[in-house]
């Protein structure tokens, strides 16, 4: 009873209702195997098993369960490098998410308070940021990889721990996910209103308190509106970049499949992407909502 009065029950049951009409939708336009004998040239019956459908090679939800529950029940496995357990390659791909969405933060952040404090910095470098920020991981890779083709740092026993790939791979990150973070910090920074500069100002406070006591607490909700937008990018773009370097992670095994034609497995990284995903997201809207409340 106290659960019910705690959580709303058409919270729980409305996407659930949701979930199961997408479950029936797939269903329908899911193939099925057909079974039929027919005689062949020599007059001998065979069994020939065709699949009809909307979408013929698409498995069913009980096929995709079947073929790929192995990956879900024994979900930290490791079996070989590019054969283990969903959460152990979303572990290896959140890994890398993290660190390049630190860069983007760090990197991106600065950079928005520049742009909303300064016009003259905004005049020069806005048509540049303009003009790289729809650019696609799948340009900006490449690219890394000849930034970073020298660097190689290897252990003890002679082996690489981090290669160029690994460079290239977070600069792509960290370069595709810091842009909602530079503008809505920008944005933030804009909209202070100029009462709690003057404030400032009648306070004899320095530029550094200004910044930390007005500045940063002022444009806090639009930081972490950016930043919640950045760790969304930085989650998407782990795939391209998983799937062009051939790491191994959620984005890597999605494209082996791809190639090995399991369309199951397909499904089953693409479900794993999505729900983390959204487990990312509200992890930080959480976070946003403490920094909100102190």
């Known amino acids: 009873m106290k659960f019910l009065q705690r ?9 659930l209702a949701a979930i199961l009409v997408c479950c ?29 459908g909307i979408s013929k090679d698409l498995p069913t939800p009980v096929e995709t369960w079947n073929a790929s529950k192995l990956y ?6 490791k079996r070989g490098e590019l054969d283990q357990g969903i959460l ?18 760090v990197i991106g952040t600065p950079i928005g308070f520049f742009l909303g ?51 290239a791979a977070l600069f792509t990150i960290a370069i595709c996910a810091m842009w909602p973070t530079v503008m809505n910090t920008a944005v933030g920074v804009r909209a202070v209103p100029q009462d709690y500069l003057n404030v400032a100002k009648v306070l004899k406070l320095s530029k550094s308190k200004t910044l930390w006591k007005v500045l940063v607490p002022a444009t806090l909700p639009y930081m972490f509106t950016g930043f919640r937008l950045s760790l969304g990018i930085a989650w998407l ?26 369309f199951a497995h397909i499904i089953l990284c693409i479900l794993a992407i999505g729900v983390i995903g959204y487990v990312l997201d509200r992890l930080m809207s959480v976070i946003e909502g403490r920094f909100k409340s102190v």
């Open 7 to 15: 959580f709303k029950l058409d919270s729980v049951l409305l996407p």
């Open 72 to 77: 879900v029940l024994e979900p930290f496995a």
């Open 117 to 167: 404090l300064s016009k003259r910095f905004t005049t020069a470098f806005d048509p540049v940021i303009q003009i790289l920020r729809p650019v696609s991981p799948l340009a900006w890779l490449p690219l890394g990889m000849i930034l970073f083709s020298g660097v190689q740092v290897m252990d003890a026993n002679g082996r690489t721990t981090f290669g160029a790939s690994d460079a």
């Open 237 to 262: 773009v782990i795939v391209a970049v998983e799937m062009l370097t051939g790491r191994p992670g959620v984005g890597g095994f999605l494209w082996q499949q791809y190639n090995a034609n399991s």
């Open 24 to 52: 029936l939708i797939w269903q329908m336009i899911a193939g099925k195997s057909v079974v039929s004998t027919k005689v062949d040239d020599w007059g001998d019956k065979v069994t020939v098993t065709k699949r009809l």
């Open 88 to 105: 152990r390659f979303s572990w290896l791909s959140l890994k890398l998410v993290a660190q390049g969405y630190f860069l983007a933060l």
